[in-house]
């Protein structure tokens, strides 16, 4: 039996899973946190992962590794393979003036065409203008810009500080996180060196872009790396999304995203046209208020989340006429950073526990169904959907969906899908073909029809 392992290093924590790679079963798994804030050092990356691995009973008997990793940070090394600063995440909001910068100057048609994304704070060409505006002699030290998925790779691959520009040389990502810099384009396959001279100042080394099961290193035990990728691609190969797929993750934040054969160009800026693991496209709208509104209204309403889930389900369909607007933290989809969340239709009738916790779970799932809108306007294909994320354990939250989203919904038992896309593509670089493994799901079942409720909830947005 040849064991594979999966890493998935998100803003919050790193996680290992183990698993074997013909059949995906998991054999084991490992994960450890990282500290907070929206800037870190890099290395409290590398002391978590290996902290997972510990955990997860090491690696001596796994024989190929891939690292999935939060998109869009800024890591910048020096000409010797260090660290200049602490990387900055995607949700540090300080580029913002350097992303509407970019806007105006290039134009929204070239952003469209290029990268298929209008830049916003979280892509790391703004963070690069950010640095040479604000920091400029660190910019200048730059030989080298990578995401933390490249860096780990890197680092698994046994560089680090002291490499040199031999060590430089040996950066490695992969298309689904190299489509989410600003500087990459998934449509050519190339980086654009003008955006780099633009906003870092001049063009430094930058990870070769492997394709999708290409070797890119061994550790010094042997061990295959594969290519890594991006978060939400590797949510996507962890759920075994295909064309047509529609994949939806309720967490902190909201996201949409599905497989499709051409890449994308929204020039309104609500679709970032990301490319995948396997070779096609990950088209992707996010929205900023998710099962944070669910803690909210759970914490007005004294109650539990289950509580809150039961509560919803005892209201009817529509909540009675209440119609609760999620923007409680401005909004992305559509993109409104200064917007407030609302509450629309209150009467003294329908104003009850039940009724608001029913408009709290109606508002997320209208405000998905925009950012799934967005998605088939470009002509995607949307045939089902797979729900995920901590939220998708509701039962409140599945019924909702199943009824307002107007495609088949299933929800897959609750796994750390990042690190088993991860764990997949590992044992596909190490097979040359990515395996099948088996998922376990279930179908969301619908209650009623709630095609008004997301009529009046469009109704109120617009006002």
């Not at 910068?101 to 916003?120: C, D, H, K, N, S």
């Not at 779970?361 to 950012?371: R, T």
Request: proline residues 5%; glycine residues 12%.
């Amino acid at each position: 039996m040849q064991l594979v392992a999966g890493v998935d290093s998100s803003t919050q924590s790193c996680k290992v899973v183990i698993r074997d790679a013909s059949s995906g079963a998991l054999i084991r798994q490992g994960s450890a946190r990282h500290p907070s804030g929206t800037e870190i050092d890099p290395e409290h990356w590398w002391t978590a992962l290996q902290q997972a691995i510990a955990e997860a009973g090491g690696l001596e008997d796994v024989s190929a590794i891939s690292v999935a990793g939060q998109q869009h940070g800024m890591v910048c090394l020096d000409a010797d393979g260090a660290v200049i600063r602490p990387a900055l995440l995607w949700n540090d909001t300080r580029s913002a003036g350097a992303a509407r910068q970019l806007v105006e100057e290039f134009g929204a048609e070239y952003w469209a065409r290029t990268i298929g994304t209008i830049p916003v704070a979280s892509l790391t060409a703004t963070k690069l203008l950010w640095l040479a505006t604000e920091e400029p002699a660190n910019a200048a030290r730059s030989a080298a810009v990578c995401l933390p998925h490249d860096w780990l790779t890197w680092r698994l691959a046994g560089f680090g500080p002291g490499s040199g520009a031999k060590g430089l040389a040996a950066l490695r990502t992969d298309r689904s996180d190299a489509s989410g810099t600003g500087y990459w384009s998934p449509s050519t396959g190339e980086y654009l060196p003008e955006v780099l001279e633009r906003t870092l100042g001049h063009v430094p080394i930058l990870p070769k872009v492997l394709g999708p099961l290409e070797t890119g290193q061994l550790t010094s035990a042997g061990m295959v790396i594969g290519p890594g990728c991006g978060d939400n691609a590797g949510a996507g190969l962890g759920v075994n999304a295909t064309l047509g797929t529609v994949v939806i993750s309720v967490g902190t934040s909201g996201t949409v995203f599905t497989v499709a054969e051409k890449s994308t160009a929204d020039r309104t800026g609500l679709v970032a046209g990301f490319a995948d693991a396997t070779g096609n496209y990950l088209p992707l709208a996010c929205t900023l208020n998710a099962s944070r509104v669910l803690d909210a209204t759970a914490q007005l309403l004294q109650v539990d989340l289950p509580k809150l889930s039961a509560l919803a389900l005892a209201a009817p369909a529509g909540a009675g006429g209440l119609s609760l607007i999620p923007y409680f933290e401005g909004e992305r989809t559509p993109n409104l950073p200064d917007a407030t969340g609302s509450l629309h239709g209150i009467t003294l009738e329908n104003f009850t526990s039940e009724n608001l916790a029913r408009a709290a779970f109606e508002g997320i799932i209208c405000s998905l169904a925009d950012g799934l809108r967005a998605l088939t306007d470009l002509g995607v294909l949307a045939e089902r959907i797979v729900l995920v994320g901590g939220a998708a354990r509701s039962a409140a939250l599945q019924q909702i969906a199943a009824n307002i989203l107007g495609l088949p919904v299933s929800v897959p038992e609750p796994e750390e899908y990042v690190a088993n896309g991860a764990a997949r593509q590992a044992a596909g670089v190490l097979r040359g073909a990515m395996p099948q493994w088996q998922l376990s799901e279930k179908p969301a079942m619908a209650s009623d029809s709630d095609a008004p409720v997301l009529r009046r909830y469009r109704q109120a947005t617009a006002c």
